[in-house]
């Protein structure tokens, strides 16, 4: 009989145990009857049920405020029993029994669900609600009839007279709302470093710490002048922490990482939160009231220091962190003037921005082409962990044994607050014999197309354009000089023709100076020539392209050849040829050649005529032919030093865009923004 009794109550505790950990969805109802301007508070209870969704709820009868949410976990016996609730604070909006709706939810292919429940809306504004102790405790009525009789309050398990606030905020006489949400409601700035070095990252965290009840969002988010920033991806809100003494829930309003572009003492900008809770007067605590706070927080400032100087490397990388780098090839050994490309691989954590391709001493015999880059970063974590990447095409130009000597790559560690060097192994690249079907130009024509290539199509391009152009205007020549001969044309006015030929003579001088640099005397006895022949006969100047004739297609000098139909030599000065004027200035031309590049949707297609832009513009400055953008950023730095690095980062993003797989927005109009204002 006891083995049996025994056996009875195993069974049974495994039959409640079972019935403990079985998902199920509860609905709880804080009061059956409330007043016409009382609040009840509603939770649906999630119990043993991993991720669930809240559905739709449509509560017609109430003003709803939430849903707030509430996480636990109980174990009983070794077993453990999992809680997820959601809990709405609601309003009638009239008199009567009013509906409190269930939901039902498929979980695991099966149907939970809790039923209705309904709530009692009396005609009074106000229910006084029973103390807990007196409606728990057994002695509840001996103690409402002898209230001298008292015990102390923790016997029965009741609380204290004055419990901090956990179901509202207690506004003292003379406060404001925002004033006593500021005890239980605050903002809290943590970044990771106070002081730190200029390009470095750091982590700030904006979190909103709250030890009452309520719903919240914030109002205002952080800007950040003065750093570049990234945001992070956060997955821990909320949680619950203890400061002071207290008890309070945590969300998260921003998590960022920030790299300072500036020295000096700046400020993490402030933040506020409109907080939404039970305002309960301090002298009638009956008297509640639900509103809304602002919760500000304070700019909070941190110290960015410059790199230091010392063992700072002559040409320094301007990666911040620590990194590593390695260098591979896709083939050890094969035909000269087949393609190889060079593959070099830089990761760590820290800041790689604005990072270039490192340093490559090609061996003799090795033609090497434009790099192209790849940046990948993980922003779950701090520090992110980011890669660069870069592919640099090769060929070898014989037959021979090579070797690419160690690649280094120098960057600070902020940490040690020293510069670190980092290298490669060397590469051994054997190149046999070419084959005999595969000279070196076909196999670059073929695979090495790089923006050189696209460049020349360009210029093809401008010299159809350019003749049409030439064609027209000798059209229009022969025309007004028929006109002239005929009386239907008079001609301008002698004072502006005078004033234009003149600009033109002040021109052709400018050019002259240039040219006595390289001592090149006939042209300028030809100047000389034109301006005495201006002075002298009164009549227009022979137009010389200098670069006016500019379209989006073309270079320049490729128009001139084509669309010049006069060229100026010592020889046909004075002659009686009537030259041609332009009909459209050089800014005429240039702003039309700007809306064509508008025009123009294909990623590619705009930085191809935007870089034949630039190589113009080039042209026009240092008044050259030159088409190679190497040799002109070169005379540009020797020149004109303070538009090299413009000019070079335009190309630079040329480039770029034109070797990866889709060109970024934002590098079309920074360079569309740049070449507007470049001057004519």
Same mark, same amino acid.
């Given at each position: ?232 991806? !956060?997955?821990?809100?909320?949680? !619950? ?246 009386? #239907? ?131 026009? #400055? ?59």
């Amino acid at each position: 009989m006891c083995k049996r009794s025994i056996l009875v109550l195993f069974i049974s505790g495994l039959f409640i145990c079972g019935l403990m950990a079985q998902p199920s969805v509860q609905l709880h109802i804080s009061d059956k009857s409330i007043g016409s301007k009382d609040q009840v508070s509603v939770t649906y209870e999630f119990k043993n049920i991993s991720r669930p969704n809240l559905p739709d709820i449509t509560f017609n009868d109430w003003d709803v405020n939430g849903p707030s949410f509430s996480q636990s976990t109980q174990i009983y016996n070794g077993n453990a029993t999992s809680s997820i609730s959601y809990t709405f604070t609601l309003y009638p909006k009239h008199i009567g029994t009013l509906k409190v709706p269930g939901i039902t939810i498929d979980y695991n292919g099966k149907k939970l669900s809790c039923h209705d429940g309904t709530v009692k809306v009396l005609q009074k504004e106000h229910v006084q609600r029973k103390s807990a102790g007196s409606g728990n405790s057994p002695f509840g009525s001996i103690l409402q009839g002898m209230p001298n009789m008292g015990f102390p309050s923790d016997i029965f398990g009741t609380p204290d007279p004055t419990p901090p606030p956990v179901s509202g905020v207690i506004v003292h006489p003379g406060q404001s709302y925002d004033q006593a949400a500021a005890h239980d409601f605050f903002i809290k700035i943590t970044p990771s470093k106070s002081s730190f070095y200029v390009g470095e990252p750091i982590l700030v965290d904006y979190e909103f710490f709250g030890a009452a009840n309520c719903n919240w969002q914030p109002e205002r988010f952080p800007s950040f002048n003065g750093f570049s920033v990234t945001d992070i991806e !956060r997955k821990l809100y909320p949680y !619950r922490v203890k400061v002071d003494g207290r008890d309070y829930r945590v969300g998260g309003i921003r998590k960022v990482q920030l790299v300072a572009l500036k020295t000096g003492t700046l400020p993490l900008d402030s933040s506020s939160v409109s907080v939404q809770t039970t305002f309960i007067d301090a002298s009638n605590p009956a008297d509640r009231n639900t509103a809304s706070a602002l919760i500000k927080s304070k700019p909070q400032m941190v110290t960015v220091l410059p790199l230091p100087k010392d063992g700072q490397p002559d040409v320094f990388s301007g990666a911040i962190g620590q990194f590593q780098i390695r260098a591979t090839v896709d083939n050890n050994k094969l035909p000269a003037g087949e393609n190889n490309r060079l593959h070099i691989h830089i990761t760590g954590t820290g800041n790689l921005d604005g990072v270039t391709v490192p340093d490559i001493k090609w061996p003799d015999g090795v033609q090497a082409y434009d790099a192209r880059d790849s940046q990948s970063v993980n922003k779950t974590n701090f520090p992110m962990e980011r890669s660069l990447d870069f592919e640099i095409p090769f060929i070898g130009n014989k037959e021979s044994g090579v070797i690419i000597p160690p690649i280094t790559f120098n960057f600070f560690n902020p940490d040690t607050k020293k510069y670190v060097t980092d290298s490669t192994d060397a590469i051994q690249i054997q190149f046999t014999a070419p084959l005999k079907d595969n000279g070196l130009a076909a196999g670059l024509s073929q695979h090495h197309r790089t923006n050189r290539d696209y460049l020349w199509i360009v210029a093809g391009i401008a010299l159809v354009v350019g003749g049409i152009f030439g064609f027209a205007e000798w059209r229009k020549a022969k025309s007004q000089k028929k006109n002239r001969k005929t009386g #239907l044309v008079s001609d301008p006015d002698p004072v502006k023709k005078h004033e234009a030929s003149y600009r033109g003579a002040d021109r052709l001088a400018a050019s002259a100076d240039a040219r006595m640099k390289s001592g090149d005397s006939s042209s300028i006895r030809s100047v000389d020539k034109k301006k005495e022949h201006v002075k002298s006969t009164g009549e227009p100047l022979p137009h010389v392209a200098d670069h006016l004739q500019y379209l989006p297609e073309g270079l320049s000098n490729r128009i001139k050849a084509k669309n010049g139909p006069y060229q100026t030599t010592a020889e046909n000065v004075g002659s009686d040829e009537q030259p041609v004027s332009p009909s459209k200035t050089r800014e005429e031309l240039r702003q039309e050649a700007i809306r064509e590049l508008k025009q123009r949707q294909d990623p590619k297609e705009f930085f191809v005529l935007a870089k034949a832009f630039i190589v113009e513009q080039l042209q026009y #400055l240092l008044n050259t032919s030159e088409t190679d953008e190497k040799r002109l950023l070169q005379a540009l730095a020797d020149s004109r030093p303070e538009l090299h690095g413009d000019y070079s980062s335009l190309i630079n993003i040329c480039n770029k865009a034109l070797y990866l797989p889709v060109a970024s927005e934002t590098s079309r109009t920074l360079v569309l923004d740049k070449i507007e204002t470049m001057k004519a």
